[in-house]
């Protein structure tokens, strides 16, 4: 007659058994949920830090940079981070002004000068001159003055217009790389002639990236 103890502590367990897998299932779930938030949150993580990244390159607008340049030169420099710019700029611009008086003072003075030449008027002087001028020599300089006035406005323009490209320029190349990799390699190589001999050697220069 078999023993009821043999029986009981193998159904004991066996229940035991069971109850650990059951529990064991009913924590799979929860334990996928988990890893699969914790995967999407490294997801979104990553994806709002290249977000930020791309917006950061967006960010930086070139039509703002030459706006900023057209109200007030070197401002769009400043934008781009190009501080060296600055100086250089308004040195440019003030020896465009110092050219622009300079000579639009002689050519007043000139003019005025020869306004009393025409009129027999020998109470005036002029200012910029220590010696006396015939009126021929007053109207020639007269005309070169005025002409290197407004030579010096044209290009006070011109320089204004060149510090707008400038920053426009530096804005769409903010962003860009150059890398490390640049290299110029000078090698030997056949050159080809159209009439010359087959056999022609020289120097050829690579530029790689």
Known sequence: MPRLTVAGPAGKGFFSLAF???????QLPARAQQETSGGEGDTLAISAEESATVVDSMAHDPHKAALYS???????????????????????????????????????DLKNGLIAANNDSINYTLKYFKYALSPEQMQNGKDIYKRWRDLSIILTGGFYV????????????????????????????????????????????????
């Open 162 to 209: 060149l510090q707008i490209i400038d920053a426009t320029v530096d804005a769409y190349l903010f962003d860009w790389d150059v890398g490390e990799d640049i290299s110029l390699h000078i090698e030997p190589g056949p050159v080809i002639l159209p009439n010359g001999p087959p056999n022609t050697f020289g120097l050829r220069a690579c530029l790689s990236f």
């Open 70 to 108: 057209a109200l007030l030169p070197g401002l769009g420099q400043i934008y781009n981070k190009k501080y060296w710019k600055v100086p250089i700029i308004y040195v440019g611009f003030g020896t465009l002004v110092y050219f622009i008086d300079h000579n639009n003072r002689y050519y007043k």
């Open 20 to 26: 650990l897998s059951i529990f064991l299932l009913l």
